[in-house]
């Protein structure tokens, strides 16, 4: 895996001076990068019964769909508040500094659904936390959660103990 780091181009000091941004539209562009980094969050799962996978708005929306047509499962989005057109369940995490919100249909998971949450990139782990608390909410059962990315550093994966995590790179 180490050649999809090579294809993340990497910008220092963005969106603030002292960041370094992980810019995954250069793995995007690869036809080559973009399968395998598919092909590596769906393989984890390969085996496992999926019903649905979650993404989360708004770079999760790019794999997600991917690997639920690998693993013969649905596609759900989750979104920002006011962007869902029917009935919705919402969930509210905190962040660095203030509160944030996302939302998903209330018809979108059942009852016992197995539910895989993928997203680009794990940093403090406070939104994937939220997303899965909102699947288990519409009584989901959180299958995993995949990740193109883990900033280690940030000690994400320590709020998600509990569930079957991946993540294909780590820095």
Do not use: C, W
Not at 49 to 58: L, N
Not at 141 to 146: I, N, R
């Amino acid at each position: 895996m180490e050649n999809l780091k090579s294809l993340i181009r990497e910008v220092p000091d963005y969106p603030k001076p002292g960041i370094l941004f992980y810019d995954i539209t250069t793995l995007l562009k690869d036809p080559v990068g973009l399968r395998a980094a598919v092909d590596s969050l769906a393989d984890h799962y390969v085996g496992q019964v999926i019903d649905r996978v979650v993404g989360i708005e708004a770079r999760g929306f790019i794999f997600a769909p991917m690997v639920a047509y690998r693993l013969n499962a649905g596609f759900v989005p989750v979104r920002k508040p006011k962007k869902l057109p029917a009935e919705t369940a919402k969930v509210e995490y905190s962040l660095e500094y203030g509160k944030d919100s996302l939302e998903i249909h209330r018809d979108a998971i059942s009852e016992g659904q197995r539910v895989l949450i993928i997203d680009d990139l794990l940093a403090t782990g406070g939104t994937a936390a939220a997303v899965a608390e909102l699947v288990e909410s519409l009584g989901g059962t959180v299958a995993g959660l995949g990740f193109l990315i883990e900033l280690e550093f940030l000690k994400g994966k320590e709020k998600l103990t509990k569930y079957n995590l991946h993540s294909v790179l780590k820095y």
